[in-house]
T-cell receptor
Framework: DAGVTQSPTHLIKTRGQHVTLRCSPI?????VSWYQQVLGQGPQFIFQ???????GRGNFPDRFSARQFPNYSSELNVNALLLGDSALYLC?????????????????FGPGTRLTVL | GENVEQHPSTLSVQEGDSAVIKCTYS??????FPWYKQELGKRPQLIID?????GEKKDQRIAVTLNKTAKHFSLHITETQPEDSAVYFC???????????????FGAGTRLAVHP
């Protein structure tokens, strides 16, 4: 079963560098969201994209950016890395962005990318 | 903005006992409440969810209840098994004008340990 995939699995960077994380949603899913999960905490919303448009942004600095491609895959970019950016970055996909009824907006998570900033 | 509080942070039960995890949310307009289970080093997996037009939902040993008036929802696991040991997260989805159409606000998590 082709679930949400993310690459790379692990990444080690130094302060000041930039990083690009990638996500492929479940086939047919049009919405991708990004979350940051710091160790011992719940995931925190960063961005949502639907049909290649940004549909939501969390409380993160402008160093964080993202985009969605025509095939619905997505990239998360983080510039000028700080030690505090060390976390598990999770991607979640859903068929639709929001559903009044039914479950087309259920979010399924990928395995995440573990980013360590030294 | 929406805020979700989750209790307890850790929960230890004997195999076969029930476990209850409680969450409260702040935005009365939130309308969707999923629960995710995350095992060590793995992705969060949806185990059950409930929408604001329903008060209770059950799936085998797992049930969720929602009290919109009090703005709280709870996860109930009956007949717990060692494989239920994991971190459980509740989440709430606020309305679109709060910064995202399908944005989830998560609680801090509950570490459940089921002892044989």
């Amino acid at each position: 079963d082709a679930g949400v995939t993310q690459s790379p699995t692990h990444l080690i960077k130094t302060r000041g560098q930039h990083v690009t994380l990638r996500c492929s949603p479940i086939s047919g899913h049009k919405s991708v969201s990004w979350y940051q999960q710091v160790l011992g905490q719940g995931p925190q919303f960063i961005f949502q994209y639907y049909e290649k448009e940004e549909r939501g942004r969390g409380n993160f600095p402008d160093r964080f950016s993202a985009r969605q491609f025509p095939n619905y895959s997505s990239e998360l970019n983080v510039n000028a890395l700080l030690l505090g950016d060390s976390a598990l970055y999770l991607c979640a996909s859903s068929l639709e962005e929001r559903a009044r009824i039914g479950y087309a907006d259920t979010q399924y998570f990928g395995p995440g990318t573990r980013l360590t900033v030294l | 903005g929406e805020n979700v509080e989750q209790h307890p942070s850790t929960l230890s039960v004997q195999e076969g006992d029930s476990a209850v995890i409680k969450c409260t949310y702040s935005d009365s307009a939130s309308n969707y409440f999923p629960w995710y289970k995350q095992e060590l080093g793995k992705r969060p997996q949806l185990i059950i969810d409930i929408r604001s037009n329903v008060g209770e939902k059950k799936d085998q040993r797992i049930a969720v209840t929602l009290n919109k008036t009090a703005k709280h929802f709870s996860l109930h696991i009956t007949e717990t098994q060692p494989e239920d040991s994991a971190v459980y997260f509740c989440a709430a989805r606020p309305p679109p004008f709060s910064g995202g159409y399908n944005k989830l606000i998560f609680g801090a998590g509950t570490r459940l340990a089921v002892h044989p």
